[in-house]
Nanobody, 118 residues
Framework: QVQLVESGGGLVQAGGSLRLSCAAS????????MGWFRQAPGKEREFVATISWSGGSTVYADSVKGRLTISRDNAKNTVYLQMNSLKPEDTAVYYC???????????WGQGTQVTVSS
């Protein structure tokens, strides 16, 4: 089992920035890829970004490329999502995930709300 705890969400104006954090504990060695999904009101959960254990492999959704950056600190078992140039359409609950590869996340946190006002 892997436990994930997100933090850093909040309310920000369009064009602003936020940094989300996700701390992992438990069986992180076999679930070393981490990433972020999001779910807006009335919509399905959608992929945002993932990162491999080494950080050498990252995958982004086209909608966030150039604005959102995923990174990690393995000494802290923490993954980050730096969000710049935020838009109202980025408003969603952001969920942190962990799994065996950047294409498969099996464990999820409780989510953190991000609201971008226009």
């Amino acid at each position: 089992q892997v436990q994930l705890v997100e933090s850093g969400g909040g309310l920000v104006q369009a064009g602003g920035s936020l940094r989300l954090s996700c701390a992992a504990s438990g069986r992180t060695s076999s679930n070393s890829a981490m990433g972020w999904f999001r779910q807006a009101p009335g919509k399905e959960r959608e992929f945002v970004a993932t990162i491999s254990w080494s950080g050498g492999s990252t995958v982004y959704a086209d909608s966030v490329k150039g604005r959102l950056t995923i990174s990690r600190d393995n000494a802290k078992n923490t993954v980050y999502l730096q969000m710049n140039s935020l838009k109202p359409e980025d408003t969603a609950v952001y969920y942190c995930g962990a799994g065996p590869t950047v294409y498969r996340l099996d464990y999820w946190g409780q989510g953190t709300q991000v609201t971008v006002s226009s």
